[in-house]
């Protein structure tokens, strides 16, 4: 997707790009549903043929935006439907960068997000898209005090627990807030919270300085990539990264919604750890080929 927009839109390349290798379409082939989703989402964009001419009018543009909105609306959807709104978030920051890598100019990104504020607008109010409890998750962060016992529970436990590990924190398994259960998932969507209240504030830093790195790392190997598309597969890559560690650490410490989003390589579930280590992968790949002609 995001090597059509960059072929679509001016000021940028123009790209033809061959078909996935049966390789990696085995690998995503063995892969959970809603992972899977998401994983072609993100590297659909390398099995898009696409060849429009630089300069391009605005019927090709509506077109171009058309599409990458399809490519990526329709498995959101499908996974909305399970429900599940954390996994269906992630999509957007590929679509997102898609756009921004592709050029898309003040105007159109006003436009479009006029049109996406309006929508959400719509679904909220609706009540067909997301059910009562998805609506409390989203608005129970700004004010958790307001439901102790239901929706604001699990913030203001989150938040009792990062704050009670102080500068070192409590030491590995000795956390009260996790060892006397009152922290809910400690092992999931909470794992920040209960690192943070056993190693405190000093190894929460350090966690973050971990994932600074390897972002960090991965838009050098963007930049070293043999090619465009190599480097925009690595840019979806560390977009979809970047939003799932800021909303994860964010939903822990009261700033975002708790919408289920794990943090990659912390958080327990088969499923997240099986779609980074293949992200990673797909990135190892890219840097191995960057001296390739």
Request: hydrophobic share 50%; aromatic share 10%.
């Amino acid at each position: 997707m995001v090597v059509f927009l960059s072929n679509t839109f001016p000021f940028t390349h123009n790209v033809l790009m061959g078909c996935i290798s049966e390789r990696i379409l085995n690998v995503y082939r063995s892969r959970p549903p809603r992972e899977s989703l998401r994983s072609l989402a993100n590297t659909a964009k390398m099995n898009l043929h696409v060849n429009v001419p630089y300069g391009t009018n605005s019927h090709h543009i509506a077109e171009a935006i058309f599409k990458a909105f399809a490519i990526v609306g329709l498995p959101m959807i499908l996974v909305l439907k399970q429900p599940d709104l954390g996994t269906t978030l992630t999509y957007m920051p590929i679509l997102i960068v898609g756009l921004f890598l592709g050029g898309i100019n003040v105007r159109q990104a006003m436009i479009l997000t006029t049109a996406g504020i309006m929508l959400v607008a719509g679904a909220w109010s609706s009540g067909k898209m997301l059910k009562p409890y998805q609506k409390a998750r989203l608005t129970s962060f700004i004010n958790p005090d307001n439901d102790p016992k239901g929706s604001g529970y699990q913030i203001r436990q989150s938040l009792i627990a990062v704050g009670s590990g102080g500068i070192w924190g409590k030491g590995a398994a000795k956390g009260t807030q996790t060892q006397g259960d009152f922290l809910p998932i400690p092992h999931a969507d909470f794992i920040f919270a209960a690192f943070g209240e056993e190693h405190g504030f000093v190894g929460a830093v350090f966690v973050l300085l971990l994932y600074f790195s390897i972002l960090m790392r991965l838009i050098q190997n963007a930049q070293t990539a043999a090619d465009l598309p190599g480097s925009l597969i690595i840019m979806g890559i560390v977009a979809v990264l970047t939003f799932q560690i800021a909303v994860n650490v964010g939903m822990v410490i009261g700033f975002m919604p708790v919408t289920g989003i794990p943090l990659p390589l912390m958080s327990y579930g088969g499923s997240s750890v099986l779609f980074t280590f293949l992200a990673l992968g797909v990135v190892m790949n890219v840097r191995m080929r960057r001296f390739v002609n």
